[in-house]
């Protein structure tokens, strides 16, 4: 079909792969991808539903999108991914216009679906979970050069009790070890070096008996590969085990995503997390005992129904004690369906919620800035990633412990290659250095 298609993407890293694959199966069955909405006849929207601004947001910028029917190429506009699992029908009558939504277990039905309205010019969807559907042999169209992110697992068993996660992408299921392997191969041969296993609980891989700490491994036996990365992990289901493989592996980023989500044991047994604070602390001690030089990063939810202002100075007292790099800091979003939206009332006022976020936003502001200061001085290993947005004669680049650097380009030295960074400062996020020579 001669047809021109544009995505956009929202939400976490997951859909960004399932752009990648979306993108792959249109290419192969004769569509065409754009670079401008303009030159669009398709336009699909890859969205997210994890809180309810990320909703609104599709909506606006979908109604926003429609003006462009005026230009006349623009004859078809869908919804995919999380936001169609959640809320169906209501997000059609929101958006009378849009002719398919598909869920994230059936995008191989894409072009059909889409040759089906182009003939029958009505409303299609396709909103099933497939449990044996891993999209395994289809290749990732990537849209970066020096990372490559591959989902090693789809799905989430946990049901966390604020989490929508569960029930718009089903249960857990794992890919082969084969197919990973082979994946990161192809990619490396294309000459991307740096790699990130993605998993909504990748703690939880399970292929017929491989755990994540294998797969982890084997991975970074891969010859060529120059950084790899994964995300996110469950402080309920992270062994030492998977730590010692960090320790053993030069070539796994020193850095750990683990959200706590809060500080209180009153409020994480309401998440249903599965751990106590105490438990997710003796974690973090035993990840920085076998890895001093760790940066980690976490999330963390205020206003969580019931949570008091004790409750809070719970959150507030992790976040200070423990120095943690970066913190992603969200307002407790009621879901419907979920647990929490069952059997609890949002009770936290909305200013209340906002100053909470606000104060801990300030405060690890702070933190993480003091953890970047702590770089400065010494000589890190750094892997080019790209040049730097604001100056063209600069480039931007991750140290092991996935902090970004900024330094003078210099010649002989490419995107794509590691170089030695002297630290000399930082600011805001971001360290700045020097290569040394
Ligand atoms: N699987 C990952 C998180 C995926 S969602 C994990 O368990 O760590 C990313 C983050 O969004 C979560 O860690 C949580 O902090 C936040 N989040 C999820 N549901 C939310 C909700 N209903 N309201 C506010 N924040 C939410
Ligand atoms: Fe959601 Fe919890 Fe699953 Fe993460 S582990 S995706 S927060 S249910
Ligand atoms: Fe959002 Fe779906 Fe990811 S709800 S966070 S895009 S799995």
Not at 159 to 187: H, L, N, W
Request: charged share 30%.
């Amino acid at each position: 079909m001669n047809k021109t298609f544009y995505i956009e993407t929202y939400g976490c890293q997951m859909n960004i792969v399932d752009s990648e694959i979306v993108t792959s199966i249109l290419i192969k069955a004769g569509f065409k991808l754009v670079k401008h909405i303009k030159e669009a006849n398709i336009l699909l929207l890859n969205t997210c539903a994890i809180r309810e601004k990320a909703v609104e947001r599709v909506i606006n910028k979908m109604k926003h999108h429609k003006s462009l029917k005026n230009t006349g190429k623009l004859e078809i506009a869908g919804i995919l991914g999380c936001i169609p699992e959640h809320t169906g029908d209501e997000l059609k009558s929101k958006l009378d216009f849009i002719k398919l939504q598909v869920g994230p277990d059936k995008y191989r039905t894409l072009p059909e679906l889409i040759k089906k309205i182009y003939r029958e010019k009505t409303y299609f969807e396709e909103l099933d979970f497939d449990i044996d559907e891993n999209y395994e042999d289809v290749t990732p169209y990537r849209s970066e050069n020096t990372n490559a992110f591959i989902s090693v697992m789809r799905g989430c068993n946990n049901f966390c009790s604020y989490c929508v996660v569960p029930y718009v992408r089903g249960r857990e299921k794992s890919r082969s070890m084969d197919s990973i392997i082979a994946e990161v191969e192809q990619t490396l041969a294309e000459g991307i070096s740096e790699i990130t296993l993605l998993g909504q609980n990748v703690n939880s891989y399970d292929y017929e008996g491989v755990r994540f700490p294998e797969l982890l491994q084997k991975v970074a036996d891969v010859k060529g590969l120059k950084r790899l990365k994964f995300a996110t992990s469950h402080a309920k289901d992270l062994s030492e085990e998977l730590v010692d493989v960090i320790v053993r592996n030069k070539n796994i980023s020193n850095s750990f995503h683990l959200p706590f989500q809060a500080g209180s044991n009153t409020v994480l047994k309401n998440m249903n997390r599965g751990y106590t604070i105490e438990e997710y602390l003796a974690k973090i001690d035993m990840i920085r005992r076998k890895l001093p030089d760790i940066a980690i990063t976490t999330d963390v939810i205020v206003g969580f129904p019931g949570e008091t202002e004790e409750d809070f100075q719970q959150t507030v007292e992790v976040l200070k004690n423990t120095e943690f790099d970066n913190a992603f800091m969200f307002i407790y979003s009621e879901r419907k369906n979920t647990a929490s939206a069952k059997n609890f009332t949002d009770d936290v006022p909305k200013e209340e919620k906002g100053r909470r976020q606000q104060f801990i936003a300030d405060l690890q502001k702070e933190i993480g800035l003091e953890q970047l200061r702590k770089d400065i001085g010494k000589t890190r290993e750094v892997l080019i990633e790209s040049l730097s947005k604001k100056r063209k004669e600069q480039y931007k680049g991750r140290t092991e412990q996935n902090r970004i650097v900024v330094f003078d380009k210099i010649t002989n030295f490419n995107v794509g290659d590691f170089v030695k960074v002297k630290i000399i400062k930082a600011e805001g996020v971001t360290l700045f250095g020097e290569i040394v020579k």
